[in-house]
Each structure stands twice: as C-alpha cells, then as structure tokens.
C-alpha cells in the first residue's frame, strides 16, 4: 500500500482513491451521528466517535506517507492546503470531545471535514509541481501555521454557532433529542474562546514566518497586496476582539456575533490562498 | 348527596391564569364559607399548590357550587381570560374518587412520582378539618386517599427514583453551567419547595449557599442537617445577593413580583453579562415574566419544568401504568365498600323496623283496650329502641377503619344476606 501510494505521487489518481476511502471513513461517521439523532440509540454515539478516530489515525497515515513520498514541498497546492485543514478540523474536534461531552458536535463538524475533503478531491488533478518559491523554508511553517490556524479558527466559529443554536433552544425552553447532548453553555463558551486563542496564536506565528518569507523572497515583510493585507487586518481584528472581550462584557452570543466579520476574513482568506 | 370536584391545573390552565386562583389563608376560608352557605355544599375541601386548583365538595347542588365558584374567580381575570370551559375540570362520585387517588399518587402531577402532593393533600385535608369544613364523608375520601397515595409508593417504583421539582430545576441549570458546586447559588424562599430544592442542590454535591428569607431563623436546622454552608440575607438585600450569584431559585409566596426587568438589566451591566438562572417556583410569580428576555439571563417558571418532566416521565412510564392499574383497583374497592355500607345501613334499618313493626302490631292484637296515647307512645318507644340499637352498629359502618370487615360481621350477625 504504502509503495503504492509513493508511486501515486507521480500519478494522481491511484492517490486520490486512498483518500476517497479517508472520505468514504468521514462520511460513514457522519451518517452514523445522523443515524443517532434519528433512531435516540445512545450507543451510536460511541461507535460514531470511535469510527470517527480510526477514520481520523487512516488519514494522518495517509498524510504521512504523502508528505513522505512527496516530490514537491508540501502544502505548496490546495490540495494539501485543504487536506491538513480537514484533518485539522476532527483532531480539534477529538481533543474537544476527550475533555468536554463534545461529541454531538460531530453532526456539525464532519461535514466541515467532508466539504474541505471534497473539494481538495476536484484540487489533486490539477496540482502541479510548484516553482522555487515555495522551496523556501519559512514557506512550509507559514503555510502549516495557517492552514491548522485558519481551522481552528473554523471549528471555534461552528462551536460559536452551535452555542447561539443552543442558548436559543434553552430560552425557547426546546427539550429532548440528540442536542440535548451538547454540552452546557458555559461549556461551549469555554470550547469556543479556547479554541479561538489557539486559532489566533497558531495565525500569529503565521503572519510571522509570512513576513519572513516575505523578507527572504521579496525583501520587504510587509507587501500591499490583498492576501497579506488581509491577513494582517483580520490579526488585528483578533487581537482588538480577544483583548477587549472581557472589560466590554462581550460574552456568549453578542461575542460571537461580532467575531464572525473575523471568521468570515479568514474563511476569504483561505480562498483567496487556494484559488477558489 | 355525594362527591363533587371541581378543578383547573397546569395541563388545563396557563400559569398567568393559575395565578388567580391562588389564595390567601383568609381568602381560602372565606371561599369555602361561600361555598357551605346556604347549603350549597355540605362539606368542603381545598387543594391549591403550583400546579393545582381543586376543590373537593359534598353536595347535591352542583349546578349551584359551579356557580359559586365561577361567580368568585370570574372578576379576577378579564373576559378574554376567562374561557371557564377550558379551564375548568370537575367530576362527580366514582369519577371523583378515581381522581382523588390519582392525584395523591402523583399520577396527575407535573412530575409522575413526585412525593409533594401527598404532603399537600394531607395539608388541604388538615387546614379543612382545623375550619370545620370537611365531615364525615370528605374525611372518608382524605384519609383513604393518603392511604393510596402512600401505598403506590411503597409498592411501586414510581418515587424511587429521586425526580422533584428541585431535581428538575437543576438539571435545567446543567444545561447552562457545567459545575454548580463552582458557582453560587442562592435560595430565595423558605417553604416547602425550598427544602426541597436544598436536597436537590446536596445531592448535586453544591455544600455552601446564600440563603434569602423573610425570616431568617427558620431553616438553620435543615442546613445543619445536610451539613451544608450558608450565609444568609433579609430579602431587602436580594439585589446586591443578585449581583454576586449565578443561579438563584425562589419560591416565595409574594403579591408583587421581587425581580422587575429594570433591576435584572441594571445587574447585568454591573454583572458585565456574566450568565444569571433564575428558577422561579413561586406562585405567584416572584420574577417579572419579561426579565427572560435579558441577554444571558435564563429564566424558568413552573410550566417550563414541564418539559423536562416529560422526559423523566418516559422512564417512569413502566411503574406508572402499574400504578395506575393499583389506583384504579383501590377506588373500585373503595367505591364498594362505600356502597356495601350503604347498602348494609339501609338492609340493618329496613329489618329492624320490619320486626319492630311486627312486634309491635302483636303485641296491639293482644292488647286491643289500649288507648291511641299508648299506642302511640309504645310506637315511639319502639323506634327509639331501634334506633338505640343501630347507634353503634352504623356507627361503625361509617368509620373508615375495618369497614369491609365490620360489613360483613354485621351481615352475617343479621343474617342480612339470606333474606
């Protein structure tokens, strides 16, 4: 298998059918969160989140021995770009769900994996082995900061969301089903700002190493161009938002709310970086 | 004349229009004595608790028991308000009967299983017999529907299981905060239901609280038995208890709502929107209905328990059916032995007066020179005797402990059956 997959590098398209398995994995989990929330069996919660974690060890194997095998730098096409942030996407989902009762929250993040999984499947054909440019060493940190950085970012916005849903369901007085599984609000705001400063941590030596790629490349840190403009806006953004958070009370839904116009520069970032 | 009941309760009537039927001490006796005047109704009893109105009557003039009662609670709500239809439940005799003893079991109730009611029925049951109110018969049905009450708990699981007003009120507040021994509660009231939810609130591993009361003495006692810590505070500081804690519950007895939207929304900016639950179990309520609508505030009255209730009522299916089964077969019983005794009361009457008469007409062939002043005064001599006889035999009939028994000694004794 592993052969095989290294002889895939050169050829696309036995590669890209071990990763639609990794989708295929993704897709059985979400169906049995879906098959949860339908039939109220309790158990399928746990065979969802196990098969959940074998699906995510197969693709951090696959991803492995694709970085391995790789004859190009990595991460230097959407392909990877996109593959890192799903898989990014179900380990913060993971972590979560070991320490808070996150677990239903998968009926809201695998798709996320699906969709970044899906469209990084229509990228593999066309990526092409990259210039110099990204032979850089600053290229592959930054790129690697951002990426897991931007799906942090991503999971702390559906988590945002799941919170707002939820205090609606509690304050409309909703009982009963799957949902009900979610952990408490104070939980989810807990999950939402942690994953929100790690996000932004991860984003912040992003923009760091971008500047120093930048330096090493076009001998200026800074170029006034859209991408790192937007970047840099949506890191002071961030750094405005999580600094003054706590003195102007900005907790639960009305936080959330206003840092979505971040969520929303990151989500316009990452398609600007990826073509899309 | 039999029983008559006449009700509205959480699954007939909004809270807002329960409120109304909740009355003072003096507004209960007076209600009865309107009730009992002119004959009305015999006997009368009132149940009233959050989640229930009833009142439980002897009469033979329902019509005009109905009326009474309308005629009370009709100017207390407005005519869009009032759809009487709606809202009002009333049952008579057997049906009564059956009703009674649910509601005791708690088969009725907003949470299946839950022991407060057969504590309150015992209430409305004492609080008539101190005011004269209930006799004979609606004694007959309190006393033998806390038997009942007391009997399906103990034969069935159905309050085995710990789910209480409190528990539920709890469990709403896990849905906001993960940790309630981290947090500080505060209870606002130092009733019945505030006993409770301090269970509650130990079970759930909270041991200190801010305690709120008019009267601060009372409960000292019951925090020392559940070892918990408190401090505690004289209701005209609950604003600054407010601002220090996370979740408070009330259950005060209270004209005017304690918490108005203005006082909550000032809180919150003090509180730098920090999260607030509050569980109101009073009725009236002790927190303004639209205080629910401030960002971060989580507010909860009795109906919003209901729907956690559901929930716990599905696992509680099971026992209740069984119950319901048990209930049912002990009404039945109950309603033979009120018509055995009946039954037997009229046969013991009809014999003795068919044998009186006997003796009495032979004994005028044998004396046929007695004036009719004799006659007459043997005739009452006579019935007097019987009557005499029969004291303590019906009297007997008619005490709830050992009926069936003492019905059949007394048949078999009169040999009333073969006949």
């Known amino acids: 298998m592993f052969h095989s997959i290294k002889e895939g590098m050169s050829e696309n398209i036995p590669v890209m059918s071990h990763f639609v398995v990794i989708f295929g994995c993704y897709l059985v989990a979400f169906f049995l969160f879906c098959l949860r929330l339908i039939t109220g069996h309790s158990s399928l919660s746990l065979i969802a989140l196990r098969w959940t974690?074998?699906?995510?060890?197969?693709?951090?194997?696959?991803?492995?021995?694709?970085?391995?095998?790789?004859?190009?730098?990595?991460?230097?096409?959407?392909?990877?770009?996109?593959?890192?942030?799903?898989?990014?996407?179900?380990?913060?989902?993971?972590v979560f769900s070991h320490f808070y009762r996150f677990y239903a929250a998968g009926l809201f993040l695998l798709p996320l994996t699906l969709v970044f999984s899906s469209m990084s499947l229509t990228k593999i054909i066309a990526s092409t082995t990259p210039g110099h440019f990204f032979e850089n060493p600053w290229a592959f940190i930054h790129l690697l900061f951002v990426s897991i950085g931007i799906a942090i970012f991503i999971v702390s916005f559906i988590t945002g969301l799941l919170f707002i849903f939820q205090e609606i369901r509690i304050k409309k007085n909703i009982f009963g089903g799957f949902l009900d599984r979610l952990p408490s609000l104070e939980s989810l705001d807990q999950i939402y700002y942690k994953s929100l400063y790690l996000g932004f941590v991860l984003f912040t030596v992003g923009i760091i190493t971008g500047g120093g790629w930048s330096k090493s490349e076009t001998g200026h840190y800074l170029q006034i161009t859209l991408k790192p403009m937007l970047a840099l806006g949506i890191w002071i953004f961030f750094a405005i938002f999580l600094n003054l958070r706590k003195p102007l009370g900005l907790k639960g839904a009305r936080g959330i709310l206003l840092s979505a116009i971040g969520f929303l520069g990151a989500i316009l970032l990452a398609s600007i970086s990826n073509g899309l | 004349m039999g029983y008559f009941l006449i009700g509205a309760n959480y699954k007939t009537t909004p809270i807002h229009l329960r409120e109304k039927f909740a009355l003072s001490h003096d507004d209960s006796i007076r209600f009865l004595n309107i009730l009992l005047r002119d004959g009305a109704a015999e006997e009368g009893m009132l149940l009233s608790t959050c989640n229930r109105f009833e009142v439980y009557t002897i009469t033979q003039h329902v019509q005009e028991v109905t009326h009474k009662i309308k005629n009370y609670f009709s100017p207390l709500m407005s005519e869009d308000e009032f759809d009487w239809n709606k809202m009002i439940y009333s049952y008579q005799d057997d049906k009564a009967i059956l009703h009674a003893f649910r509601v005791v079991s708690s088969l009725d109730s907003l949470v299946i299983g839950e022991n407060q009611i057969l504590s309150q029925f015992k209430q409305a049951y004492e609080f008539a017999l101190a005011h004269k109110m209930s006799g004979n018969k609606l004694n007959h049905l309190a006393t033998r529907a806390l038997y009942v009450g007391k009997k399906i708990r103990t034969e069935t699981d159905i309050s085995k299981k710990p789910v209480s007003i409190g528990s539920i009120a709890l469990e709403l507040a896990g849905r906001i905060f993960e940790n309630l021994n981290q947090k500080e509660v505060a209870l606002i009231g130092g009733g019945k239901v505030s006993e409770l939810v301090l269970h509650s609130l130990k079970n759930k591993g909270v041991d200190h609280l801010t305690w709120v009361n008019r009267s601060l003495n009372k409960a000292s006692k019951l925090f020392v038995d559940l070892k918990m810590d408190y401090k505690t505070y004289a209701l005209d500081q609950l604003v600054s208890v407010l601002q220090k804690s996370d979740l408070l519950i009330f259950s005060l007895s209270v004209d005017h709502p304690l918490l108005t939207y203005d006082v909550v929304s000032k809180i919150m900016d003090q509180r730098k929107n920090s999260p607030l639950i509050l569980i109101d179990l009073g009725i009236p309520r002790n927190v303004e209905e639209s205080v629910g609508t401030l960002s971060h505030v989580y507010l909860y009255n009795i109906d919003h328990l209901d729907g956690i209730a559901k929930q716990n009522g599905k696992e509680r299916g099971e026992w209740a059916k069984k119950a319901e089964t048990l209930v049912s077969q002990l009404a039945l019983e109950y309603m033979q032995e009120m018509g055995k005794g009946r039954d037997t009361i009229q046969a013991l009457h009809l014999k003795l007066e068919n044998l009186r008469k006997k003796e009495v007409e032979k004994t005028l062939k044998k004396l046929p020179q007695l004036d009719k002043e004799t006659q007459s005064a043997l005739e009452k001599c006579t019935q007097s005797l019987v009557q005499k006889i029969l004291h303590e035999p019906i009297l007997m009939l008619k005490k709830e402990q050992n009926r069936l028994e003492h019905t059949d000694i007394l048949r078999k004794f009169f040999k009333l059956d073969e006949e």
């Open chain 1, 53 to 94: 974690l074998i699906s995510f060890f197969g693709h951090l194997f696959l991803l492995s021995f694709y970085f391995q095998g790789k004859g190009y730098p990595f991460l230097s096409n959407s392909f990877d770009f996109l593959q890192v942030m799903s898989l990014t996407i179900v380990l913060v989902y993971l």
